[in-house]
């Protein structure tokens, strides 16, 4: 079993920035791709950014320039660095551990950008 704790959530002004961490603990191994996901109000979880453990990145397109994903491996942690935030970011990020065809979830932080 893998567990996720993430932190870095908030409420932040358009234009400005937040950064959000996740940690994991527990059998990890060592292949594995940790990413962030995010679901707003009516609407369906998708994925923001991911990034694996030999370092090879994807984002959606609307967050390409503006996000950015990072992971220590040493730590067994990722993180998400967002800036120029956009009202349209407002959501709640989960973060993502995927390791031999299993996913694993955080509970879930909320991102609120007001305009």
């Known amino acids: 079993q893998v567990q996720l704790v993430e932190s870095g959530g908030g409420l932040v002004q358009a234009g400005g920035s937040l950064r959000l961490s996740c940690a994991a603990s527990?059998?990890?191994?060592?292949?594995?791709?940790m990413g962030w996901y995010r679901q707003a109000p009516g609407k369906q979880r998708e994925l923001v950014a991911t990034?694996?453990?030999?370092?090879?990145?994807n984002y959606v397109d609307s967050v390409k320039g503006r996000f950015t994903i990072s992971r220590d491996n040493a730590k067994n942690t990722v993180y998400l660095q967002m800036n120029s935030l956009k009202p349209e970011d407002t959501a709640v990020y989960y973060c993502?551990?995927?390791?031999?065809?299993?996913?694993?979830w955080g509970q879930g932080t909320q991102v609120t950008v007001s305009s």
């Open positions: 993502n551990h995927q390791q031999l065809w299993r996913d694993y």
């Open positions: 527990g059998s990890i191994f060592s292949i594995n791709t």
């Open positions: 990034c694996t453990s030999g370092g090879t990145t």
